[in-house]
């Protein structure tokens, strides 16, 4: 008996998820094209609406697919599984793409009205911890810019061991005598720029000349 209950149970059908959105059309097409941007006119009438039940249609789980439906893809008996792919297909079309950063980019710049408003609220509010930035960034899009001097010391130095090794040279071939050196560069210091002076100037090689005989 327990058998035949879960054949029972297995057979029932299984609930579907039901589409959040209607799939009516919410965005009217332009009937000009001269309002459109260039990507969005070079769009088939399909993808036209597609895009444009995309920017102004609801968001969330399953508004790519209702915004498919709405503008014509698929019949009113496709399968989800079937909308999911032409939605797939019509959403990742490279004029589809073109399409969609055009109209945002619209979106944006529209946008940007609303924050410049924020900005300049905060900009008048003395006791906004902002308030300075909010000046300085109003000043600077209002071609007012802020200019920052720097100050850039360039120091020249010089080497005063290279310098030391010279004159070291210069007193030996005067004949300076070494309690005089010792005085001028101290005994430690004569000593390491004897060593520098010494390693640097060529080593003469000892030998004696032995004078062939003719053959």
């Known amino acids: 008996m327990v058998m035949i209950a879960r054949r029972e149970e297995s057979s029932a059908p299984k609930r579907r998820r039901s589409r959040k959105y209607s ?5 009217p097409i332009p009937d000009s094209d001269e309002s459109l941007g260039p990507a ?3 769009l088939t009438l399909k993808q036209r609406r597609f895009v444009m039940e995309l920017r102004f249609g609801p968001a969330g789980y399953g508004s790519e697919i209702r915004a498919a439906r709405a503008a014509g893809y698929g019949t009113p008996t496709s399968s989800d599984l079937s ?10 079309s490279p ?7 055009e109209v945002g980019g619209k979106i944006i710049r529209a946008e940007a009205f609303v924050s410049i408003r924020n900005v300049s609220k905060i900009a008048s509010d003395l006791d906004h911890r902002d308030c300075l930035k909010a000046n300085l ?5 209002g071609g007012f810019s ?3 001097h720097y100050t850039i010391t360039v120091e020249h130095k010089t080497d005063y061991t290279q310098q030391a090794l010279e004159e070291l040279a210069t007193f030996r071939r ?3 005598e070494r309690v005089r050196l010792e005085e001028i560069f101290g005994r430690d210091g004569l000593y390491h720029l004897e060593q520098q002076l010494d390693a640097a100037e060529p080593k003469l090689i000892e030998g004696e000349c032995v004078e062939a005989a003719a053959g």
Request: positive net charge.
């Open 23 to 27: 799939a009516e059309p919410l965005v």
């Open 40 to 42: 969005m006119r070079a």
């Open 83 to 92: 909308m999911r792919f032409l939605t797939h297909q019509a959403l990742h």
């Open 95 to 101: 004029r589809v793409q073109a399409a969609l950063r």
């Open 137 to 141: 960034a109003l000043m600077d899009r």
């Open 146 to 148: 802020v200019e920052t």
């Open 174 to 176: 005067l004949g300076v």
